[in-house]
C-alpha cells in the first residue's frame, strides 16, 4: 500500500528525504503524521527518521541546529522550516520503568519501528509514499485498534508512560485498546507510579480534549491508571460519571480540567498544583468552577468577578452539564455588564484624594463598594455621579 503525500506539509519535506537517500542513507516520515494522513486527518509536526548519524546529516545539509543531538535529533533548516531529523535508535537500558537516558543509534529502521510504542506509531513511509509496516499497523488502524508493538508487558515495563498514551490516543483517535494490551496496562497499571507529574498531565490533558474522551476515560478507570495519577484515587465512581457527560468535545484543556474538577468536587488549586499545571489554567479553572457552583442563576457580581474567559468555558461546561443551559444567555448577561474590569471604573482612588479623602484601607472599601454597585446596576458608571456617592458613604461610615 502507497500513502499518498499530497499534504503540504509532506511534500515541502520530501526534498529532505531524498538528498538524505542521495546520500546513500535511508530516510522516512514515521510518527503521528504518518498515522493522522493514514486516517485521512489533518497533519502536524512532520518527524522524519534516518540511518544517517547526526554527524552524518550535519554533513549533508548545510544549515543544521543541534536541537536533541543526545536522542539522535538534528534540526535541518530549509526555506525558513525546521524539520527533526532523528537517527535510528534502540532504547536498550531501561531504569526504573521510565523512558530511557540512553539511547543507541542503529542503522536498521526495523530496530527503530521495534521501540516504538503502538503499531499505528511504528509505520514508515519512504518519500516515494511506499509504506513499511513491519507490525500489521494498517490492520490495526483499519479496526481503530491499539496495540502495543511486540509483548506489552515488556514495553509498558520499559516505559510506564506508554499506558497513559493507550488512553490519550483512544479519546484523541476514537480508537480501541485491543484486549491483550489492556490487560497488560491493568497488569501493569501501578508502574505509572514511576513517571513524572508532567509526564502523565501531558498525556491526560490530551485525553481530555479528545474527540472520544469517553473511552478514554473509562479505560482510565477501568485499567486502574486512574489510582496512580496524582489526586484522582478513590475517584473511580465520580470518574465515570464524568465519562458519562454527552461527547461534545471540550474546546480547551480550562474546560476539559473545570468540567472534571466541579464534578469531582475536588479544590481546582490544590488539585491542578498536584497535577503541576500552569497558573494561568490554575486562575481560570478557579474562577470557573465557582462560577458553575452558582449556576443557573449567577448574580452579575458573580460574572463580574469572573472574568471574559470563565465566563465563556463555565457557559461551554454548564450545556454540558445540562443541555437544557442557556449559553448564549450567560454570555449576553456578561456582555451587557455596565464594567467588566475595575480599569473601567470611573472613580480612583485619586479622584477621591481630591475629594480629601484620606488613603487607607477606608478608601478600599469605599471603592469596593462602589465598584459592586456600578456592576449591580445600582449607580450609573458616570464620574461626577460615582464621586458624590462615594462621598455619601464615607460620610455614612463615620
Ligand atoms: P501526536 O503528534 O498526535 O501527539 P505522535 O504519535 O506523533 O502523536 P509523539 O509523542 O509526537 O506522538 O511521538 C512521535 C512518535 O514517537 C510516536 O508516533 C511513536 O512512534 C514514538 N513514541 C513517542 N513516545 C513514545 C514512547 N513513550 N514509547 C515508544 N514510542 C514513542
Ligand atoms: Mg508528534
Request: glycine share 6%; charged share 25%.
Given at each position: 500500500?502507497?500513502?499518498?503525500?499530497?499534504?503540504?506539509?509532506?511534500?515541502?519535506?520530501?526534498?529532505?528525504?531524498?538528498?538524505?537517500?542521495?546520500?546513500?542513507?535511508?530516510?522516512?516520515?514515521?510518527?503521528?503524521?504518518?498515522?493522522?494522513?493514514?486516517?485521512?486527518?489533518?497533519?502536524?509536526?512532520?518527524?522524519?527518521?534516518?540511518?544517517?548519524?547526526?554527524?552524518?546529516?550535519?554533513r549533508i545539509f548545510k544549515?543544521?541546529?543541534?536541537?536533541?543531538?543526545?536522542?539522535?535529533?538534528?534540526?535541518?533548516?530549509?526555506?525558513?522550516?525546521?524539520?527533526?531529523?532523528?537517527?535510528?535508535?534502540?532504547?536498550?537500558?531501561?531504569?526504573?520503568?521510565?523512558?530511557?537516558?540512553?539511547?543507541?543509534?542503529?542503522?536498521s529502521l526495523a530496530e527503530d519501528l521495534k521501540r516504538r510504542d503502538f503499531t499505528i506509531n511504528a509505520l514508515a513511509v519512504r518519500h516515494d509514499g511506499t509504506i513499511i509496516d513491519l507490525f500489521d499497523g494498517l490492520t490495526d488502524l483499519k479496526n481503530h485498534q491499539l496495540r502495543a508493538v511486540g509483548d506489552?508487558?515488556?514495553?509498558?515495563?520499559?516505559?510506564?508512560?506508554?499506558?497513559?498514551?493507550?488512553?490519550?490516543?483512544?479519546?484523541?483517535?476514537?480508537?480501541?485498546?485491543?484486549?491483550?494490551?489492556?490487560?497488560?496496562?491493568?497488569?501493569?497499571?501501578?508502574?505509572?507510579?514511576?513517571?513524572?507529574?508532567?509526564?502523565?498531565?501531558?498525556?491526560?490533558?490530551?485525553?481530555?480534549?479528545?474527540?472520544?474522551?469517553?473511552f478514554g476515560i473509562q479505560d482510565f478507570v477501568t485499567t486502574g491508571l486512574?489510582?496512580?495519577?496524582?489526586?484522582?484515587?478513590?475517584?473511580?465512581?465520580a470518574l465515570w460519571h464524568f465519562s458519562e457527560l454527552p461527547d461534545t468535545t471540550f474546546s480547551g484543556i480550562a474546560s476539559g480540567w473545570s468540567a472534571l474538577l466541579f464534578m469531582l468536587?475536588?479544590?481546582?488549586?490544590?488539585?491542578?498544583?498536584?497535577?503541576?499545571?500552569?497558573?494561568d489554567l490554575i486562575a481560570v479553572v478557579s474562577q470557573t468552577v465557582t462560577l458553575l457552583a452558582k449556576m443557573p442563576t449567577p448574580t452579575a457580581w458573580d460574572l463580574y468577578t469572573a472574568?471574559?474567559?470563565?465566563?465563556?468555558?463555565?457557559?461551554?461546561?454548564?450545556?454540558?452539564?445540562?443541555?437544557?443551559?442557556?449559553?448564549?444567555?450567560?454570555?449576553?448577561?456578561?456582555?451587557?455588564?455596565?464594567?467588566?474590569?475595575?480599569?473601567?471604573?470611573a472613580l480612583t482612588g485619586r479622584d477621591l484624594i481630591a475629594a480629601g479623602v484620606r488613603p487607607g484601607p477606608m478608601m478600599g472599601k469605599l471603592l469596593h463598594q462602589v465598584e459592586s454597585q456600578v456592576v449591580a446596576g445600582v449607580l450609573p458608571n458616570d464620574p461626577k455621579k460615582l464621586l458624590s456617592a462615594a462621598i455619601e458613604m464615607s460620610r455614612e461610615r463615620q
Open positions: 500500500m502507497q500513502l499518498d503525500l499530497k499534504q503540504p506539509d509532506f511534500q515541502a519535506a520530501i526534498p529532505i528525504l531524498k538528498k538524505i537517500e542521495a546520500a546513500g542513507y535511508e530516510a522516512y516520515f514515521v510518527g503521528g503524521s504518518v498515522r493522522d494522513a493514514l486516517l485521512g486527518l489533518p497533519i502536524h509536526d512532520v518527524d522524519i527518521a534516518s540511518s544517517a548519524y547526526p554527524e552524518e546529516i550535519k544549515r543544521t541546529v543541534d536541537t536533541g543531538i543526545e536522542h539522535g535529533t538534528v534540526m535541518v533548516l530549509d526555506h525558513g522550516t525546521g524539520y527533526e531529523v532523528t537517527t535510528f535508535r534502540t532504547e536498550s537500558r531501561y531504569q526504573d520503568f521510565r523512558r530511557p537516558d540512553h539511547v543507541t543509534f542503529v542503522r506489552p508487558h515488556e514495553r509498558f515495563h520499559e516505559d510506564a508512560l506508554r499506558m497513559m498514551r493507550a488512553v490519550r490516543f483512544e479519546s484523541q483517535l476514537g480508537f480501541h485498546i485491543e484486549p491483550a494490551t489492556k490487560e497488560a496496562i491493568t497488569a501493569n497499571a501501578p508502574l505509572l507510579k514511576h513517571i513524572s507529574v508532567e509526564r502523565i498531565a501531558a498525556e491526560f490533558n490530551r485525553l481530555l480534549i479528545g474527540i472520544d474522551r469517553r486512574f489510582a496512580y495519577a496524582p489526586a484522582l484515587a478513590g475517584q473511580r465512581t468536587k475536588l479544590n481546582p488549586e490544590a488539585t491542578l498544583k498536584a497535577w503541576k499545571q500552569s497558573n472574568g471574559s474567559r470563565a465566563v465563556a468555558v463555565a457557559g461551554e461546561v454548564a450545556v454540558l452539564l445540562k443541555p437544557d443551559f442557556d449559553q448564549q444567555a450567560l454570555a449576553a448577561a456578561y456582555a451587557q455588564l455596565p464594567i467588566h474590569a475595575k480599569k473601567e471604573l
